[in-house]
């Protein structure tokens, strides 16, 4: 049986309240380590709205309507991890992430999913960008407030 390898091709969902509060959650195999929603594709045929759809309900248990997602239209291509390209098919040293926004209702409900995520915080959004581990997530977040003047 061969292994099934991990999709090359991701998303980051910055979710926020509409005073830009943005949730973070605490990685649990990495404490310490803040992020927003990630994941990739489940099969190469996927789309990217549903990726992002699918994560953000299986990490914080946030049902996104359609109507709330938005593309940002901003991908970053960056070099995976050392500790992480296990899970990629050999040779495959690069992913592109394709950022999302999700907006939500102040005190919207989070259950996180315990094996990804020890715990979460609401942060304002520059605090959020300063707690981020990744740098693609740190400057996605910092997009959020030109993101929302354009989708007015």
């Not at 091709?9 to 979710?15: D, F, G, T, W």
């Not at 899970?87 to 926004?101: K, L, M």
């Not at 715990?119 to 304002?124: G, M, N, V």
Request: net charge negative; aromatic share 8%; with cysteine.
């Amino acid at each position: 049986m061969s292994q099934i390898h991990k999709i090359p091709e991701s998303v980051l969902v910055v979710i926020h309240t509409p005073d830009l509060q943005v949730l973070m959650l605490e990685r649990a195999d990495q404490p310490g380590f803040w992020q927003s929603v990630t994941g990739s594709k489940d099969t190469p045929n996927e789309p990217l709205s549903e990726t992002a759809r699918r994560e953000v309900l299986e990490e914080t248990g946030i049902v996104a309507a359609p109507e709330q997602l938005r593309d940002w239209a901003l991908v970053n291509r960056y070099e995976i991890y050392p500790v992480w390209r296990h899970r990629y098919a050999p040779g495959v040293t690069h992913n592109s992430e394709h950022v999302f926004g999700l907006r939500v209702p102040a005190g919207s409900l989070v259950r996180l999913a315990p094996r990804e995520h020890l715990q979460y915080r609401w942060l304002p959004w520059r605090e959020a960008a300063d707690l981020c581990f990744s740098p693609s997530n740190a400057e996605a977040i910092l997009h959020l407030p030109k993101q929302l003047e354009a989708s007015v």
